[in-house]
């Protein structure tokens, strides 16, 4: 089992910055992908940004690309998702996810496990 911990959410003006993190613990594993997807009230879950295991590929949501920066620590077992110019459209719960595997999938389908969320409010 892989347990995700998600944490850096909360209030900010639009055209702010947050910096939200993903802690992993149990059987993790650097080789292991990681995403970030994120959901509004009353919108399904979409992808926001993944990397690949050892972090050598990312990918992200158009919505987000040039905005949003996903990293990686390996040595800390800690994924990074760094949000600057932030709009109130990017109001939405966000969710960090692993699979045993190294390539991002965009498909929240994929993921085998998942955080329990951290909330991030922009306020216009």
């Known amino acids: 089992q892989v347990q995700l911990v998600e944490s850096g959410g909360g209030l900010v003006q639009a055209g702010g910055s947050l910096r939200l993190s993903c802690a992993a613990s149990?059987?993790?594993?650097?080789?292991?992908?990681v995403a970030w997807f994120r959901q509004a009230p009353e919108k399904e879950r979409e992808f926001v940004a993944g990397?690949?295991?050892?972090?050598?590929?990312?990918n992200s949501a158009g919505a987000v690309k040039g905005r949003f920066t996903i990293s990686r620590d390996n040595a800390k077992n800690t994924v990074y998702l760094q949000m600057n110019s932030l709009k109130p459209e990017d109001t939405a719960d966000y969710y960090c996810?692993?699979?045993?595997?190294?390539?991002?999938?965009?498909?929240?389908?994929?993921?085998?496990?998942w955080g329990q969320g951290t909330q991030v409010t922009v306020s216009s």
């Open positions: 996810a692993t699979r045993p595997f190294a390539v991002v999938e965009n498909a929240a389908s994929k993921y085998d496990y």
């Open positions: 149990g059987r993790t594993s650097s080789t292991y992908a």
């Open positions: 990397i690949s295991g050892g972090g050598i590929f990312t």
